[in-house]
């Protein structure tokens, strides 16, 4: 298929989830169909989303979208259409594509909602993308990758900002007997497999820290699809939990905890990061700082556009992939 610029349009793909409890237990038997998940453990996460009271995930998307539609009207003067996908829950990703095909676009310059696009983490994401174009027909849109930022100036600033925000009650004592701790989601720690990711975090995190003045920053990652499976492989550790527990045993009295590899508000933050990192840092007579995630942060929104702008330019077909 032939694209134009006046047929091209920005798809941002992330996880999805629902914001009404009543549809968190058809969210949850959808997500782990399939999967070795024992019937209790799908009432444990019913649980945790009652207590946050369901998840602001897509609303927090529907706002990047928004201002990312702002930041390019406001730098072409035209606007470019944008649509938002979601993996887990609605608008799901068939259904997008779908829409995208009847609306003529024959370009769709994908944002993929997550800072780390090794394969370890990326490429389940990218392969629903794939799937859901191809059942969409001939005439569905090309999808093509902006380039990564993980290591972006403009990421690793917004991350800076949110967490000097969050930080600034403290004193130089105070900054320097803090652990902090930087969070991201985890995925099987294979032999290999999880190298590269494990780079790409720590780069964000370096590059985050030297700004800030962090000398030994601490990792924690949170598993976002847990199995109840004895053959499925460990996943990247410590968590969130355990790396409070080492920071509170060392003496820390203030933990920061950061979400870097959570761009929006979901379940892994509000419960995993606000309510059982918040009882681990009391645990340890601790108290807990969580920075806000980028979300529709001013230089994350910027740094998107910018990527979008850098797909637009390019010879279709260009980057079907994102490596």
């Not at 606007?79 to 769709?108: C, E, H, K, N, S």
């Not at 409070?244 to 959570?262: C, L, R």
Request: charged letters at 20%.
């Amino acid at each position: 298929m032939r694209s134009t610029l006046e047929d091209t349009a920005v798809l941002l793909v992330g996880s999805g989830a629902p914001g009404r409890l009543g549809d968190v237990r058809p969210f949850l038997e959808n997500r782990y169909r399939g999967a070795n998940v024992h019937p209790d453990r799908l009432d444990e996460e019913y649980a945790r989303y009652q207590t946050i009271g369901g998840s602001p995930y897509n609303s927090s998307v529907r706002l990047q979208a928004k201002a990312l539609e702002q930041e390019l009207v406001g730098r072409n003067a035209d606007q470019t259409p944008i649509y938002v996908g979601m993996r887990d829950w609605t608008p799901y990703l068939p259904q997008v594509f779908g829409m995208l095909t009847a609306d003529g676009v024959g370009r769709a310059v994908t944002v993929m909602l997550d800072p780390f696009d090794d394969v370890a983490a990326a490429q389940p994401g990218r392969n629903l993308v794939e799937v859901a174009a191809r059942h969409a027909g001939l005439s569905a849109p090309v999808v093509e990758y902006i380039r990564g930022w993980h290591d972006a100036p403009e990421f690793v600033h917004a991350l800076v900002e949110r967490i000097s925000v969050e930080t600034i009650s403290l004193n130089e004592q105070q900054r320097s007997e803090a652990a902090w701790i930087f969070v991201s989601r985890s995925v099987a720690a294979l032999p290999g497999t999880a190298t590269g990711y494990v780079r790409q975090v720590e780069t964000t995190v370096r590059a985050v820290a030297c700004e800030l003045g962090i000398d030994k920053p601490m990792f924690a990652y949170i598993d976002s699809n847990p199995s109840d499976d004895p053959r499925s492989p460990a996943q990247l550790g410590p968590s969130v939990e355990a790396a409070i527990a080492d920071a509170t045993t060392a003496g820390a009295k203030t933990v920061v905890v950061t979400p870097v590899g959570f761009i929006n508000d979901h379940i892994e933050v509000l419960y995993g990061i606000d309510i059982e990192g918040a009882q681990a840092a009391a645990r340890g007579n601790a108290r807990l700082l969580r920075p806000k995630t980028v979300g529709d942060h001013p230089r994350f929104i910027a740094l998107i556009a910018d990527r979008i702008a850098e797909a637009r330019k390019l010879p279709l077909g260009s980057r079907t992939d994102a490596a």
